[in-house]
């Protein structure tokens, strides 16, 4: 059963950055895509940003692509979301979550088996 710490979140004014961590225990993240999702307040949960199994690929939605960067640091068995020029419709609930099988970076929800606890992001205007 893997468990995940989350860290970074906070409360940052509009064009301010955050740095979101997610370390993992019981499973090695290396093998596994890594995503991360947010859910804001009366929305349901979407995509933002995935990273393949055994390489540096990445994949983003689009209302973060150039702002959002995942990396991984297989060493730290650790994923991280760096955010820049965040925008208050950023503010929501970020999940981290490992996928289900090797492969590519993963959109899709249940493509997923594992989600961290959550961790509030909040930017103010």
């Known amino acids: 059963q893997v468990q995940f710490v989350e860290s970074g979140g906070g409360l940052v004014q509009a064009g301010g950055s955050l740095r979101l961590s997610c370390a993992a225990s019981?499973?090695?993240?290396?093998?596994?895509?890594m995503g991360w999702f947010r859910q804001a307040p009366g929305k349901e949960r979407e995509f933002v940003a995935s990273?393949?199994?055994?390489?540096?690929?990445?994949s983003y939605a689009d209302s973060v692509k150039g702002r959002f960067t995942i990396v991984r640091d297989n060493a730290k068995n650790t994923v991280y979301l760096q955010m820049n020029s965040l925008k208050p419709e950023d503010t929501a609930v970020y999940y981290c979550?490992?996928?289900?099988?090797?492969?590519?970076?993963?959109?899709?929800?249940?493509?997923?088996?594992?989600w961290g606890q959550g961790i509030q992001v909040t930017v103010s205007s």
């Open positions: 979550a490992v996928g289900r099988f090797p492969g590519p970076p993963l959109a899709r929800s249940r493509e997923y088996d594992s």
């Open positions: 019981g499973r090695l993240l290396s093998n596994f895509p």
């Open positions: 990273i393949a199994s055994s390489s540096s690929l990445t």
